[in-house]
């Protein structure tokens, strides 16, 4: 049997591929890395622009993907690696935008939500095989090492820190300029599991400060677990502008 052929980020880029298509070679390309002698590493790491894409721009999309999906809007996706403002677009079939009102091309964003010592959380697990979450951990000022220690949470806290995250890098997003149609993607990366009820708590608080109006969707999606939450901006399900 022909060995299966490496995939590399030259199988998405502008490619245009069924949606569905699209995450089976998201996920593909997961395993594949997973499967390398030092791939947990490089995930963990995010070593190269091949590992820092897929997690950060490809995995979040194929989320989306799987959520809008399905019968009678079978839509196409291109993904695009260059330094255009989105990272990829929707292609509507005709029929979905003759009889639904939708767009033939709606323009997908993503961004990042994390705390700010993440990058800290993920050396420290790297090198020592456990780490106490991004809260817990940070540089030690007398010698410079990482250092993680157990944080206990209190009352609202979980929610108010994704809360702050989420109106963090939605305000970085609002202020630059996107094509009309854009969908805002959202990966929060949360300090641990975060339950339904402060998931639900966080999303309605974020909705409340109307920062999701600069977009016809704002997509959140959570990296631990399977939360997720549509905002709808500036363009309403089923408009077409």
């Known amino acids: 049997m022909a060995k299966k052929k490496a995939i590399d980020l030259s199988a998405f880029n502008d490619k245009l591929l069924d949606g569905l298509k699209f995450c089976i070679k998201v ?8 499967r390398e002698p030092d791939g947990l590493q490089n995930i963990r790491l995010r070593k190269t622009k091949k590992e820092k894409r897929l997690l950060e721009e490809l995995i979040p999309i194929a989320r989306y993907i799987q959520a ?3 019968a009678g809007n079978r ?53 020592n095989g456990y780490s106490f979450g991004p809260q817990g951990t940070k540089v030690d000022k007398r010698n410079r090492q990482i250092v993680s220690v157990p944080y206990v949470f ?12 989420i109106i963090k890098a939605l305000n970085a997003k609002a202020c630059m300029v996107y094509p009309p149609n854009t969908v805002l993607i959202i990966n929060c990366e949360t300090d641990g599991i975060v339950f339904s009820e402060e998931w639900c708590s ?10 999701h109006n600069s977009f016809r ?24 502008s």
């Open 27 to 34: 996920y593909d390309l997961l395993d594949q890395i997973h």
């Open 68 to 70: 809008k999906y399905r």
């Open 75 to 127: 839509f196409k996706v291109r993904w695009l690696s260059g330094s255009q403002p989105y990272d990829a677009i929707v292609w509507t079939p005709q029929n979905a935008v003759k009889h639904e009102k939708l767009p033939r091309k709606i323009y997908l964003e993503v961004t990042t939500s994390r705390h700010e010592s993440t990058h800290l959380a993920s050396h420290f697990l790297q090198e």
């Open 154 to 165: 209190g009352g609202q806290e979980p929610t108010r820190n994704l809360t702050n995250q």
């Open 202 to 211: 966080a999303v309605q608080q974020v909705e409340a400060s109307g920062r």
């Open 217 to 240: 969707e704002v997509f959140l999606i959570s990296s631990l677990g399977h939360h997720s939450a549509s905002l709808w901006g500036n363009s309403k399900p089923g408009h077409n």
